[in-house]
């Protein structure tokens, strides 16, 4: 039985990797940093949390990993484990540069130590592509990163690809673009408007705040992405891949995709921070945008051209964007309704 060591085992990617390594007989060993929600919602939902053994294991400490890879001598690692969001990343900028770029350092240098021959998977981002220098973007397109975040991502990326030219070890990085599911966190664009429709169809909120709606996104399946991540550590050659899907759409887009699934029309009014989004029918501002949701650097628009994969790993999306909101949508609609029977 091989075993898997996952870093960031409660977030939306940990979750679906496990699904889809236990489903392939692994033993999944996941890395929690015990944040103090014990909740482990997303495992719960997809039916797998008491088949998964949690270690505590925190990316900012050494000695830490060192005691975790000792004992569990794992056979491939998938450090997804970030301080993620992107909007945080500004107010601390630190923090994430020490467990999004150090930590990956900390997890390679523990590998050379102690099971160099074990495969490693690191989840980079086309954040690091920021402000784009070429449309799409694929493996070879420069980097430049627009947030501490993206900046902190691509040290990830470069010290994965020095440990694999230095060392000969098996790693990969997987250049993802967004991918989203029901089971993202709230804190982002798509389930944040998903979620809060739900609750607006059910009388429990009035509107929604955002921020910059004019950004574009390759929004993918996160189910389909993590199968992407296993197919590299598979091949027989470690080497770097873009996942996307090679379409880009607004977050207006999105709002207007994901309220025509709730049944409101929207129309636009005013620009920018002043724009409103308002139900056609009922006349009822539904959106209203706020400077609070701005960042001080954007990425405007991210595609991503995932050729290589497809041509070498076989792997391609398959969900289209009207799909994967429809998904997101009817979950968040089931799921306020069960919060209403409590
Ligand atoms: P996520 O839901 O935010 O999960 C990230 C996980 O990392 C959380 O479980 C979090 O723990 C954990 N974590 C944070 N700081 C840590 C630390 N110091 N030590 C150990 N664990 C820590 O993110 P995701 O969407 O699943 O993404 C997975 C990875 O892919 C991340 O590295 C992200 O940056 C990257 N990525 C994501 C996307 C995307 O669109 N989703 C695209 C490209 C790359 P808690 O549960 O305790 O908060
Ligand atoms: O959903 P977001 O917060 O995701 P973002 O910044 O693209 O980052 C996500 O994808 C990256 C891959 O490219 C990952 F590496 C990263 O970990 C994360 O998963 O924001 C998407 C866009 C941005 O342009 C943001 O300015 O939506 C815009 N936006 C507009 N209003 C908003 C809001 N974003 C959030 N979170 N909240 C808003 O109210």
């Known amino acids: 039985m091989k075993v898997a060591l996952i870093t960031g085992i409660r977030g939306q990617d940990g979750a679906y990797l496990s699904k889809f390594l236990l489903e392939k007989g692994y033993k999944v060993v996941g890395a929690d940093r015990r944040s103090g929600d014990s909740s482990n919602w997303r495992l719960k939902e997809l039916g ?6 949690i270690l505590y294991m925190d990316l900012l400490e050494f000695d830490n990993i060192f005691r975790v890879i000792q004992k569990i001598q794992p056979d491939e690692v998938y450090n997804l484990a970030a301080q993620s969001f992107v909007a945080t990343s500004f107010e601390q900028p630190i923090l994430t540069a020490e467990v999004d770029a150090l930590g990956v350092n900390r997890l390679l240098e523990a590998l050379r130590l102690l099971k160099p021959d074990a495969k490693f998977y690191q989840a980079s981002t086309s954040e690091m592509f920021g402000k784009v220098q070429t449309i799409p973007q694929n493996e070879k397109t420069p980097f430049y990163p627009r947030s501490p975040y993206g900046v902190s991502k691509v040290f990830g990326h470069w010290i994965t690809v020095n440990y694999r030219e230095s060392y000969n070890m098996f790693a990969c990085s997987g250049i993802l673009f967004n991918h989203e599911s029901p089971l993202r966190g709230v804190e982002f664009v798509t389930r944040k408007i998903t979620y809060n429709l739900a609750q607006i169809k059910y009388g429990l909120r009035d509107k929604i705040i955002l921020g910059n709606l004019e950004a574009k996104r390759d929004w993918g399946y996160a189910k389909e992405y993590v199968e992407g991540m296993w197919m590299m550590l598979q091949h027989n050659e470690p080497d770097d891949y873009v996942l996307a899907t090679g379409e880009t759409h607004s977050i207006k887009e999105f709002v207007e995709k994901a309220c025509s699934f709730v049944g409101y029309e929207i129309e636009w009014q005013g620009e920018k921070e002043h724009l409103k989004g308002i139900d056609r029918k009922s006349g009822k501002v539904i959106i209203e945008t706020s400077k609070e949701f701005y ?30 909101v429809e998904i997101m949508v009817d979950a968040d609609l089931r799921r306020v309704a069960q919060e209403l029977k409590k």
Do not use: C, M, N, Q
């Not at 954007?298 to 041509?311: F, H, N, P, T």
């Open 48 to 53: 797998i949390e008491k088949e998964i053994e």
């Open 295 to 324: 960042r001080p650097a954007e990425v405007d628009i991210l595609i991503g051209d995932a050729s290589k994969a497809k041509k070498v790993l076989g792997w391609e999306p398959k969900t289209s964007f009207e799909k994967l």
